[in-house]
T-cell receptor, first 117, second 115 residues
Framework: AQSVSQHNHHVILSEAASLELGCNYS??????LFWYVQYPGQHLQLLLKYFSGDPLVKGIKGFEAEFIKSKFSFNLRKPSVQWSDTAEYFC???????????????FGGGTRVLVKP | GAGVSQSPSNKVTEKGKDVELRCDPI?????LYWYRQSLGQGLEFLIYFQGNSAPDKSGLPSDRFSAERTGGSVSTLTIQRTQQEDSAVYLCASSSRGQGAGEQYFGPGTRLTVT
């Protein structure tokens, strides 16, 4: 079965620091990759997605992620965080080529990020 | 509508009672998903509807859980004889077939507490 791992459960950093959140997945075939964010009291929102093409993907709010196929990774980065980036971040994968899997998303365990002002 | 809506936003029920959770997807979206978000288990897939195809029920944790989607739109997730371990936030998401597989829009969730 597909699995997704997020290495850090909690990250605390100061404003203007750089952020990198790790994500690894297990499936060796074609994948679609996503990062979702959940701000306090709000619902899940899509930050960015990768389907194909340029492995460096830019999303909203200055976030970007890099797909490295050889490492089965899709790490999220932001060069300079703000207090408003405090949220929980989820990496997710689906495997569109697998009929049995359909389009359902498999999520990592999430990383809670706290940005101190 | 503007987004995925879910009701109720909060539900407290006694162990052993049945509950129904409702999801209203984005108009025109053909795919609808239910997920569960709980402490210690993270976000888990429950069930997936795509158009008129048979639903993918592979994520339902037990036969106490069922879901239906009427008229290709609104969906209801039913949990019978609720147990304390059913306490979680139940999330609904929808997507459009032509939108790039898997780009799902999530609702605000229903927080279920079983006492």
């Amino acid at each position: 079965a597909q699995s997704v791992s997020q290495h850090n459960h909690h990250v605390i950093l100061s404003e203007a620091a750089s952020l990198e959140l790790g994500c690894n997945y297990s499936y060796g075939g074609t994948v679609n990759l996503f990062w979702y964010v959940q701000y306090p009291g709000q619902h899940l929102q899509l930050l960015l997605k990768y389907f194909s093409g340029d492995p460096l993907v830019k999303g909203i709010k200055g976030f970007e992620a890099e797909f490295i196929k050889s490492k089965f990774s899709f790490n999220l980065r932001k060069p300079s965080v703000q207090w408003s980036d405090t949220a929980e971040y989820f990496c997710a994968v689906n495997t569109p080529a697998l009929k049995a899997a359909g389009n359902k998303l498999t999520f990592g365990g999430g990383t809670r990020v706290l940005v101190k002002p | 509508g503007a987004g995925v809506s879910q009701s109720p936003s909060n539900k407290v029920t006694e162990k052993g009672k049945d509950v129904e959770l409702r999801c209203d997807p984005i108009s025109g979206h053909t795919a609808l998903y239910w997920y569960r978000q709980s402490l210690g288990q993270g976000l888990e897939f429950l069930i997936y509807f795509q158009g008129n195809s048979a639903p993918d029920k592979s994520g339902l944790p037990s036969d106490r859980f069922s879901a239906e989607r009427t008229g290709g739109s609104v969906s209801t997730l039913t949990i019978q004889r609720t147990q304390q371990e059913d306490s979680a936030v139940y999330l609904c998401a929808s997507s459009s077939r032509g939108q790039g597989a898997g780009e799902q829009y999530f609702g605000p969730g229903t927080r279920l507490t079983v006492t």
